[in-house]
Each structure stands twice: as C-alpha cells, then as structure tokens.
C-alpha cells in the first residue's frame, strides 16, 4: 500500500511513504466438550488450549523501489488455556463460570536505516516482553416460570494489542517536533463489568433486556492527531440494552432494539468528562416480511442515533456530531438455486456523518468525512 502523509507534523515537510506489509499467523486449537451428569445434575464442560504464533514484517520507504528506512519485525506468541462449565443446579436454575489464562511473548525490532532516501526519522527501541493475563466470569440464569427468565453475570476480560496495533505506537517526536525513538509498548486492555437483565418469551413475543456497569483500564485507542496508538486514561461504561421481537404471523417478523450508554473518563485529566465517538442514545426499529414464499422478501430498518463527541474532544469544547438517522430498504427472493435483490440504503437521503476529527489548535474547527446519501444495488446470481 501507498499514502501520502508527514513523517513530521510540518506541513512544509510532506512527503510520500510507501509501506509494504506481511503478516503471517497459524495457530493449534484444541478443545474438548463433555455433556454429562455431576452429581446428578446436567453438566455442560468446554475446555481447550489456544496457541498463536503471529510473524509481522513491514516496510516504510518514500516509494516503491526505494531503500526503506523502516524495517520492522515482530513476532508475538501467545498461549492460553481456559475453561467454561454451566451446571443445573436445580431444574430451573443454571450457574456458570470459567476461566482464561494467557501468556504472550513478543519480540519487537527496527532494522532502521538512517541513509534511506528522504530519511527525517530515527529507529525504534528493541522491546522483548513476556506478559501473562487472566479472565474470569461468573454467571446465573433463574427461571421464574415458563415466560420469565432472570440472569446475571460478572466478569474480567483483557485484550492484548497485537502485532499492527505495536508497530503504530509512538511517540515519534516531541510536541516541538524533535524526533524521539519510537516504542512498540502498549499496555494490555483490561475491564471489570456486571451486567442483569430479564427475558420474556410468551409465544410469538420475545424480549430482553439488561442494565451493565463496565470498567476499562488501559483502553486501546488510535490517536488521529499523533497517527498512532496509545492507551487512554481509565474510562466507564454503563447504561442499558433492550432488544424486542413479535412474530405478527409465519410471514411477518416485527423487530427493535434501543440501548442508552453513558461513557466517561473516570480518572486522569478528563476525568468526568464524555469519551469521544459514543451515542447517548441508539434505537432501530424494522420489519421482515415474506410477501410470496421465499420468492419475494422484503425487509426494512430505521435506525436513529443521538449526538456524539468528536474524536479528540475529550474536553469537550466543540460542537458534538450531530444526532441522525437513516430507513435502508431490500426487496429480495430466492428460487431453488437462484438469488435476487434490490436495495436503497439511506432511503431518504439524510446528509449526515457519524466520524469527525477535532482540531488539536483551533475550537470550531474538525474534518468530517461525510457519508454516502441515497445509494442503490442490484444483486443476482446462483449457487453451485
């Protein structure tokens, strides 16, 4: 791949980079399942081991054919062995729990030429690191009769970064522009959430919904301001889903969901304040109907999404993005093995975008990237 880009925030300075990238990735994963009886009551066990070995090369030139100045290679291995049991301990009761642990061994280099043609950088530091992390959830459904299901759950998870998400890891310079070596250091992200809820299932209704409290630490997050990732400062989440169904008829499926989420920092320098690209409020609502046996199908969607905060408006100064909404609609059939559709996403045509930029210098000013209006798309074809 080619872009065009700074390799320093000068605007002066622009120049073409040329990256050429490799990645292989194989892995072994075994896993038993066992569905039996303990002690008497039904037990469901799934158990395995997980291994990943991921080779990463990538190199960065100002063009095709140019000595590259960059020459990265990482390898991260990761093995893991977990375990997940659901057991009824009573007939309308069912308590699980399992657990995850990993260990990831990363090796990270720069083979950094400094005579590159159009060379303004300096190469990497090194990085061997070894890291073991662990994921835990427990969890419980009751049933209260044939309608009405309670459940309830707690849990911690991680994410590791992987191999891309290192190599796009400053710093690259200081805020006055001196060139500083580059680390693939990321912190692993972590989190703590619970999570109830209660679902319904009363003949052609069915619905759920749940309340959730979750904790990140260390989230993962690419800044489009310094072009690379970095962990932010401890961030919560928390709020509601509800997702709703009714089967009017074998042809006709009605369908809903809405969510309201409130996401802040909870620590560092914006603490209390919105974390940028996150809905307040989200619905969608729509229907699947089946006009003449499979031959003619028809399926519509609303969604609709509150103001968000623009990417790198942690303070929270500009004017957010704002709320919109959009009707996409698929007219669609099948006949043995033929397929058909039509669709119109965007169906009125709503000028909106979801994804804006704010400017690090400058409050009212952002880059926005507009999406499509009124787009259409015939398919046909057969399967063999």
């Known amino acids: 791949s080619a872009f065009f880009s700074s390799p320093r925030p000068v605007p002066a300075l622009f120049t073409s980079t040329y990256v050429d990238a490799d990645l292989t990735t194989w892995s072994i994963t075994p896993r038993l399942s066992v569905k039996n009886f ?32 960059h020459n990265y290679g990482l390898r991260q291995q990761t093995v893991a062995g977990y375990f997940q049991h659901t057991l009824g301990v009573a007939p309308t009761t069912d308590v699980s729990y399992g ?49 009405f299901t309670l459940f309830g759950r707690a849990a911690r998870a991680f994410r590791t970064p992987d191999v891309d998400e290192r190599v796009s890891s400053g710093p690259s310079f200081d805020p006055f522009f001196n060139p500083i070596p580059q680390t693939f250091r990321l912190k692993t992200q972590t989190s703590q959430d619970i999570e109830g809820g209660l679902r319904i299932k009363a003949g052609r209704l069915q619905m759920q919904s749940s309340l959730y409290l979750m904790d ?22 928390y709020g509601s889903e509800t997702s709703l169904s009714y089967r009017v008829n074998d042809s006709l499926l009605l369908r809903s969901s809405m969510a309201v989420t409130q996401a802040t920092f909870r620590e560092g320098a914006w603490a209390g304040n919105d974390v940028p690209l996150v809905s307040r409020y989200t619905a969608n ?26 990417d790198n408006d942690q303070a929270g100064r500009q004017k957010p ?45 952002f880059s926005a990237y507009p999406l499509p209006g009124r787009t259409y798309m015939v398919k046909a074809g057969a399967t063999f």
């Open 38 to 69: 303990l002690f008497g009551m039904p037990s469901q066990l799934l158990t395995g081991i997980d291994y990943y070995d991921a080779s990463y090369q990538q190199n960065r030139s100002a063009g095709q054919g140019l000595a590259p100045w």
């Open 99 to 147: 657990a995850r642990m990993q260990n990831v061994n990363l090796l990270a280099r720069d083979n950094f030429d400094p005579t590159a043609p159009f060379n303004t950088g300096i190469g990497a530091l090194p990085l061997d690191s070894n890291e073991t992390q662990y994921a835990l959830n427990a969890g419980v459904e009751q049933h209260l009769n044939g309608v």
């Open 216 to 237: 990140l630490t260390n989230e993962i997050h690419f800044s489009p301001v310094l072009f690379y990732n970095v962990n932010l400062d401890p961030t919560r989440r």
């Open 285 to 310: 609502a729509g229907l699947t109907w089946n006009i003449w046996q499979n031959y003619v199908v028809l399926d519509a969607t609303a969604r609709i999404w509150s103001d968000r905060r623009m």
């Open 321 to 365: 993005i704002p709320a919109n909404g959009t009707i996409d609609l698929k007219l669609s059939g099948q006949y043995e093995r033929y397929f058909w559709s039509l669709s119109i996403n965007n169906a009125l045509n709503a000028l909106y975008y979801d994804y804006a930029i704010a400017s690090a210098f400058t409050d009212g000013r």
